[in-house]
């Protein structure tokens, strides 16, 4: 792609997107809607299987969902953004849990935004038009 190709929403096309959730259904539909896009998709099914990942692609955003087991979102927040290199790169929350309280402690571990699901494809691309 030229660097001149742009998604209509301005991103740039070829931003490198990591969705980590352990439904199979969320990820995919994630992954279709971005792919549409132009955009290069990561994906992972947990916090432990995610870092392995991102260490390899660097992506330049992430949205995690908060309700995951063995590692829940907010852990895997702090290890992405208690890295050096990835301290930097916006995280996004998403979740079916929507109290002020969930916002707040996706917050303090580090998140730039917090998106519900079933979130919409222009959910998903203006968080990475704002933070990319």
Do not use: W
């Amino acid at each position: 792609m030229s660097e001149n190709t742009q998604s209509a929403a301005g991103a740039k096309p070829s931003a490198k997107v990591m969705v980590i959730d352990d439904s199979n259904t969320i990820r995919m539909t994630a992954e279709t809607i971005l792919k549409k896009e132009g955009f290069e998709v990561f994906t992972a099914t947990n916090g432990f299987e995610a870092m392995s990942v991102i260490t390899d692609t660097r992506p330049d955003i992430i949205f995690v969902d908060i309700m995951m087991p063995r590692l829940d979102g907010y852990q895997t927040c702090k290890l992405i953004k208690n890295n050096s290199y990835f301290r930097n790169t916006p995280v996004i929350m998403l979740s079916s849990k929507d109290s002020l309280f969930d916002r707040a402690r996706g917050r303090v571990a580090g998140s730039e935004q917090h998106i519900n699901k079933p979130f919409t494809k222009s959910e998903l691309l203006e968080a990475i038009n704002r933070y990319v």
